[in-house]
C-alpha cells in the first residue's frame, strides 16, 4: 500500500503485525537524537499523543512513568512521539517527572510512516492531527503489537500484560 501524502494519512490504516517498523531519527527532549535502530535487539513501545500538557496526554504519560520499571523488566524502551517541538517535551518532560525520551517531530514524517497522523473530529470541529496509537515493536524490528484509540489511564499496563504474553509464546 502506497503512503501517499501526509494529508491522505486519514484514510490509510495502522500498520499492522507483522511489519516492518519504518527507521526514524528524531530528537529527544534534549535534543538527543533517537533512532530505531538504536534499540535493535529489545522491545520497543513507540506511542504516539497528540499535545503535551493536556488531560489525557499528561495522564498516559505518567501511567507510562510509572509502568516504566516493569516494561524494562521485560526488556521494554518506551519512547514517546508528538508534533511538539523539543523545547515542548522539555517543559513536559520535566513538569511531570518523565523517565522516558518524548520524541519530536513538528515535520510530522515519522508520526505519517507510523499512520498516526490524520482527520481528527472533536466536539464537531474537524482538524488534521495526531492520533493516539501504540505500536509495540520486537527485538527484530516488526511490529508485534497495535493499539488505536487507547484508554490513556488503563494503557500503560496493558501494554506490560501484552508483553508479557508476547514473551511466554516466544519461549
Request: overall charge negative.
Amino acid at each position: 500500500m502506497g503512503r501517499g501524502s501526509l494529508a491522505g494519512y486519514d484514510r490509510v490504516a495502522m500498520l499492522t503485525v507483522g511489519d516492518l517498523a519504518p527507521n526514524f531519527t528524531l530528537p529527544d527532549q534534549e535534543g538527543q537524537l533517537h533512532t530505531l535502530e538504536d534499540y535493535r535487539g529489545g522491545w520497543v513501545v513507540l506511542y504516539f499523543y497528540p499535545k503535551d500538557d493536556t488531560p489525557g496526554c499528561t495522564k498516559e504519560a505518567c501511567n507510562f512513568r510509572d509502568e516504566k520499571g516493569r516494561l524494562e523488566e521485560l526488556g521494554a524502551v518506551v519512547l514517546g512521539v508528538s508534533a511538539d517541538d523539543v523545547e515542548s517535551h522539555a517543559k513536559f518532560h520535566g513538569k511531570y517527572g518523565l523517565n522516558f525520551p518524548l520524541l519530536s517531530n513538528p515535520e510530522r514524517d515519522m508520526i505519517g510512516a507510523y499512520r498516526a497522523w490524520g482527520l481528527k473530529n472533536f466536539m464537531g470541529r474537524e482538524y488534521e492531527g495526531v492520533f493516539r496509537h501504540t505500536y509495540l515493536i520486537d527485538p527484530q524490528g516488526r511490529i508485534a503489537r497495535v493499539w488505536g484509540k487507547v484508554n490513556p489511564v488503563e494503557h500503560p499496563a496493558e501494554v506490560a500484560e501484552a508483553l508479557l504474553e508476547l514473551q511466554k509464546q516466544t519461549v
